[in-house]
């Protein structure tokens, strides 16, 4: 990357190369550079092999299709730049996104078909056929719901493979009571997967509050100083995500 992207030494305006106080050259980056960015590669997983390809030996992992960044196993400490910031300065924190951005103009929705796995966020693979698990339906009266039935004169859905609200809609039902959404069904077996815009969580923040895991019955055997813990950000909805334990729920 280094060749096609930054080169070895800082250059002037004029393409010179920049000289410190002993006429040295500049170089664009150290060891330390080089460590903090190539953690932006962990955690990389092949994805699911596709059946329209041809291969010789046939494998469960796709080598046509972009790798996915597993949550649990990608870095999430802060990486710095080049310039001595940090990435991802210029992005929104993600706790600044207005309520309901779901609904908000420029929301983007992506067609999954039958499936109810999102391609864009981590999930578990085996909810997708666990009938137990809630999903978000859209109800008929909802202005979301009419934009991605889109439905003709006869009443039927006629399905886009990306959706972009032109507009902000307003929230009707559960759909008020949520703060973010991943999957949501418009009709028995076509869900669509939110897109959430591009934003930041900060690694450290002020005033964080500590927050466990749900009750289970293995805590009255164990204690629950052993139970997993983490700090969280007071502004973000972490609380309702993390106090239930009427069984799994899956409503965004």
Known sequence: MQLYTVGLHELNLDGTEVRDSFGQVTQTYNNLDIMSNSRLFTGFKFTARR??????????KSRQDPMRISVDL?????????????IGDSMPLCVDLPRHHFLSLGATYQFRGGSSLPRLHPSTRHWDSDESIKRFVLTEDSELY????NPTQTGECNFSNTVTLDMNLPCTGKECRVDNLEIVQVAPGAFYE????????????????KVITGYASWVRLI???????????????VAGRSCCNKGPVRDG
């Open 74 to 86: 990608h870095d999430f400490f802060p990486k710095s730049t080049l310039d001595g910031n940090w």
């Open 223 to 237: 204690g629950r100083r052993y139970t997993h813990s983490m700090c969280a950000d007071p502004r973000l909805a």
């Open 194 to 209: 939110y897109v959430r815009r591009p934003c930041v969580d900060l690694s450290f923040f002020p005033e964080p509050k």
């Open 146 to 149: 009419a934009r991605l039935c």
């Open 51 to 60: 059946g329209n390809i041809e291969e010789l030996f046939r494998s469960e």
